[in-house]
């Protein structure tokens, strides 16, 4: 097994075209993956839509990041393709785990960051993460007037309204991953949509 074999210690489920909640054995996948690798740090990267409805499975994970770019539901749906803004605050209450929010930055919500970010802060959320998505060459005018207090794997930390918010670049990110997809496919790629296999199942 490749992740005992790398001695890897943060596992992560995630998905490209889909949401890992949306699996009917998730929680039985975690139960597999804490026994066959003891002492890993499970995360969960969701839209959220099904956090409520399954809360006693997300918090068997030890984290979860929330795909969140607006609470405005003319721009989620433009951007996400439903008018369902899932409820952070329900999520937030009922989490048992520490949450970041993760927020996708084009042209219909660049105009909204700072609002968005304020609204976080006052639900208690303390880490977000503001994403450029890879092979997007536009500048976003966004915590232009901040200086970073960190760098984290090539991409500068801030401190605004309380929260850490990184600003994600994935052209220059410097983290490195191994994949396992659905269809049995593994990669090597931190991008997942160019991952090069090296096994199928």
């Known amino acids: ?60 994970y030890d984290r979860a990041c929330i795909s969140l770019p607006t609470f405005n539901v003319d721009t989620y749906a433009r951007m996400m393709g439903s008018r369902q803004v899932p409820n952070l605050e329900k999520i937030a209450a009922a989490s048992k785990i520490p949450l970041k929010v993760s927020c996708v930055v084009n042209e219909h919500n660049a105009h909204e960051v700072d609002a968005f970010l304020l609204a976080l802060s006052a639900l208690g959320i ?3 993460v503001l994403r450029q998505l890879f092979g997007d060459r536009r500048r976003w005018k966004i915590l232009a007037e901040c200086s970073p207090l960190r760098h984290y794997r090539g991409n500068p930390v801030f401190g605004v309204y309380g929260m850490e918010v990184t600003w994600w670049n994935f052209d220059t990110a410097t983290s490195r991953s191994i994949n396992l997809f659905a269809d049995g496919t593994i990669g090597f790629e931190y991008l997942l949509t160019e991952t090069v296999s090296l096994s199928r199942s």
């Open 126 to 128: 303390r880490r977000v």
């Open 1 to 60: 097994m490749e992740v005992t074999q790398r001695d890897i210690r943060e596992i992560v489920f995630t998905g490209t075209t889909s949401d890992p909640q949306l699996y009917r054995y998730e929680a039985r996948l975690i139960e597999t993956v804490r026994r066959e690798v003891p002492g890993a740090r499970l995360s969960i990267h969701t839209n959220g839509a099904l956090a409520l409805k399954k809360i006693e499975t997300f918090n068997m």
